[in-house]
């Protein structure tokens, strides 16, 4: 299985996710058991600072819980050594709190800056290692779920610690918190909302921590699949894929990178997952993948993941699409299927339309000039281009050789051209040729 990870480290680009933040292993049916709450969607993360805490609100993703909450699952990370101007992460230890009856108020309420009012009735102080990862932890003492609100927080005891961030969301108020001291300004330390971005143009994120309550029924282990384009990846950043694209010629390309996330509860370790690729319902790629329990037979809770080989995209020209009779706008989709416990089948697909308003699509060849052999391996000539200019481009409309006042019978060298289609520009016309080695 050819398995690609991107652990997105930034929280600096832009996304548009309305993640969906609720009981997390409900299946499709609605019956109720024992389940994770919260979220373990993680795009990335900021720096949380020594003594500071963030939280979880679980009756604002289930009003109706009941039962004891016997785990906590966060995301530790130790990066002790970072680029210049970042912040480490040095934490390893860290305290569980449970807040009961939270309430927020304080001078700077109608600024979004909150002062806590809650009783703290349980603590469990937590060691992790120097390896970073998800950190499930059993309570010392079960807590029996309360009937008024209440709160879970994760506290860094003695050091930076990662503030791991699900993405941006559309309707999360309420439901996760994060401190920052604003003692500098004159005020102390504050509960905010987790929100990012330059002032007046702030995005709300969610943050990924969970809790399992256990309301003695049975268990189902959840593997919550998310299928997203992405336009590209620079580093550890990634580009958003657009929300339509529009090809103006037939030689324009359209690239696009797959990846899917697991934002359930648990590894997918069992069961088959299905990566697959269609324009207009036409099938391009269908890859069914056994899941096995092994390091490669399993897709973790966190990060992206991408079943193609590097560089890990798909394109499609506009010519390829013509030549197989659409027209107008087509939809270019990824979905990622798994037999397993999927609860939300709603983000599974990601459809991108693709508007075909090809107003020259030159093909127009003139009689007089031909390319041949058609497909060429390590050489092929273009005939009757005497003095004329001639491009040759690949799928991704790069230049991959030029050649001006050319010969009438001009050769080609293509012994470094990679498998593929390329189309050879000759002054306005265009003439498409197969490199099969």
Known sequence: MILAALLIGSVCFAQNV??????????????????????????????????????????????????????????????PEVEEGETPLTNTSYTIKIYTNPTLGGAYASMGFYELSATEAYTQDFTAGTESGWQEVELTTPFAVPSGDFWVAIKANNGAAALPVGGAATAVEGQTYCQYDFTSQGASVLWVT????????????????????????????????????FGGINGNQVTPAEASYTLTSAD?????????ANNGADDAVDGTVTFALTVNGVAIINNPVELDGTEEGTIPVGGWYNLLPEPYSYTITAQEMIDAGLSGTVNVCFTISYTGNDPDLSNNSHCIPVTLNVTSVEENIAEEVSVYPNPANDMFTVANAEGATIVVVNSLGQVVASIENAASNQTIDASNFANGTYFVKVNENVIKINVVK
């Open 18 to 79: 309305d993640l969906k933040l609720r009981k997390m292993n409900v299946p499709a049916s609605g019956a109720e058991r024992s389940a994770w709450v919260g979220s373990t969607a993680m795009d990335g993360a900021a720096a949380l600072d020594q003594g500071l805490e963030y939280a979880v609100a679980p009756k604002a993703f289930d009003a109706n819980l009941s039962g004891n909450i016997t785990k906590v699952k966060f995301y530790h990370a130790y990066q």
């Open 194 to 229: 987790p929100e990012f971005g330059s002032q007046g143009n702030t995005t709300l994120y969610t943050l990924a921590l969970a809790i399992y309550v256990d309301d003695g029924a049975v268990y189902v282990p959840t593997s919550d699949f998310e299928a997203r384009f």
């Open 252 to 260: 324009q390309s359209l690239t696009l990178l797959p990846f899917f």
